[in-house]
T-cell receptor, first 111, second 113 residues
Framework: GESVGLHLPTLSVQEGDNSIINCAYS??????FIWYKQESGKGPQFIID?????DKRQGQRVTVLLNKTVKHLSLQIAATQPGDSAVYFC??????????FGKGTMLLVSP | DSGVTQTPKHLITATGQRVTLRCSPR?????VYWYQQSLDQGLQFLIQ???????AKGNILERFSAQQFPDLHSELNLSSLELGDSALYFC????????????FGSGTRLTVV
């Protein structure tokens, strides 16, 4: 597959560990946030979203935490699997504006 | 398969040339977005169309243009290509501009030599 980010921050974990990927955003007006997963050779895939009136949202094996005070977003992946290896992007928006993506973090999961 | 179709998957062309990238949105989606992804710039928003009309513009160069046709497919035209235009170009679609769960295609890898 194609590499999408040779210069990205990288998080390396062992299979079965919990992973935490962080994202800082700059626009205090942003009220909707999404985490995307991008595997090699593919487009970004929606994982989970959260609105600014919430501080936590859980999905299947994933949890997103939002701290509006410090403009910080995190994605927690429980029991990380080799198939979770990918680049993860946070994206933000406000009102009807388009999504603005962060730089991304590469997650490498070792068996 | 996300339902968003992009063609071609790969494109190699020379500097100064012009290329057209094509996108068919997911069935039922009226809004189309184009993003450029390069190694050092991440995913950069280029332009958005909704039901045939330009809706929003991002960091799109004047050498680039796009349109959305009545059948809702979209084309991104890149002209006077430069080496720095080499990147992955993604198309995404959503039902309407208020829907933020964009569905992305697999992208077109453009290499300018």
């Amino acid at each position: 597959g194609e590499s999408v980010g040779l210069h990205l921050p990288t998080l390396s974990v062992q299979e079965g560990d919990n992973s935490i990927i962080n994202c800082a955003y700059s626009n205090s007006a942003s009220d909707y946030f999404i985490w995307y997963k991008q595997e090699s050779g593919k487009g970004p895939q929606f994982i989970i979203d959260i609105r600014s009136n919430m501080d936590k949202r859980q999905g299947q094996r994933v949890t997103v935490l939002l701290n509006k005070t410090v403009k910080h977003l995190s994605l927690q992946i429980a029991a990380t699997q080799p198939g979770d290896s990918a680049v993860y992007f946070c994206a933000e928006t406000s009102g009807y504006s388009t999504l603005t993506f962060g730089k991304g973090t590469m997650l490498l999961v070792s068996p | 398969d996300s339902g968003v179709t992009q063609t071609p998957k790969h494109l190699i062309t020379a500097t100064g040339q012009r290329v057209t990238l094509r996108c068919s949105p997911r069935s039922g989606d009226l809004s189309v977005y184009w993003y450029q992804q390069s190694l050092d710039q991440g995913l950069q928003f280029l332009i958005q169309y909704y039901n045939g009309e330009e809706r929003a513009k991002g960091n799109i160069l004047e050498r680039f243009s796009a349109q959305q046709f009545p059948d809702l497919h979209s084309e991104l035209n890149l002209s006077s290509l430069e080496l720095g235009d080499s990147a992955l170009y993604f198309c995404a679609s959503s039902v309407d501009p208020a829907s933020y769960g964009y569905t992305f295609g697999s992208g077109t890898r453009l290499t300018v030599v």
